[in-house]
């Protein structure tokens, strides 16, 4: 809506209000506060972090909650899930440093914070709201969970992902388990339920094998009492 300067209604802003105004849309660096929502203090390290990153977190951080410890074995497995959302979120003549200074500057480097509207609209736009929302593990370390904002294809490749580090997973702790109570067993790997059966049968011959040895050494036992 234009401003009517004319009007006898209009008045115009004091020095003190437009130096507050020049402060927020020019040096817009400085973070605001109200109430319980803020933004944070732009750094020099902000402006590195857009035009200089450091590494592979850093220089697909415009996507959101991306992996960042490169040996890690969580970064490996999700690492073609980044890509793939860097391929199908990123505009093909738009530069990465771009939506880093929109990240910074629109989404103050977060997921649920807004610092400018404008620039957050233009961010979502131009990457058509695909974000790394979060990854955590539940009940074991190989329970990996992935949250993202993405198209169905880009979804299922998550599943796929979170599905095959699981597998992975319990199929290594159930072998870890086989070797210990047979260091000869032989390892078929593949199928969680064929590794399950393979361990549950070797439990049941240890225990009987623990019953046969109990009754004898009573039987020993009792022999030497009588």
Request: net charge positive.
């Amino acid at each position: 809506m234009k401003i009517d300067k004319n009007s006898k209604f209009y008045k115009p802003p004091t020095f003190k209000q437009r130096m507050e105004n020049l402060k927020y849309s020019i040096l817009f660096w400085k973070g605001r506060s109200k109430g319980m929502i803020y933004t944070r203090s732009i750094k020099l390290d902000d402006l590195r972090y857009i035009f200089f990153p450091k590494d592979f977190n850093e220089e697909y951080g415009y996507l959101g909650s991306v992996p960042y410890n490169e040996d890690g074995p969580y970064f490996k497995a999700m690492l073609p899930l980044v890509l793939a959302m860097d391929y199908e979120a990123r505009p093909k003549l738009c530069p990465k440093w771009f939506l880093r200074f929109l990240e910074v500057f629109g989404n103050d480097r977060s997921i649920v914070r807004v610092r400018n509207f404008t620039l957050h609209e233009l961010h979502r736009k131009l990457t058509k709201g695909i974000r790394f929302i979060d990854y955590k593990t539940k009940w074991n370390d190989y329970d990996l969970r992935i949250s993202i904002s993405a198209p169905e294809h880009l979804q299922n490749l998550a599943d796929d992902i979170e599905n095959g580090f699981y597998s992975r997973g319990a199929q290594e702790e159930l072998v870890e388990q086989i070797l210990k109570l047979d260091p000869n067993a032989s390892i078929i790997w593949g199928s969680i339920e064929r590794l399950e059966k393979q361990l549950e049968k070797l439990e049941v011959e240890k225990e009987n094998r623990d019953k046969q040895l109990d009754s004898l050494v009573e039987q020993a036992n009792n022999k030497l009492r009588g």
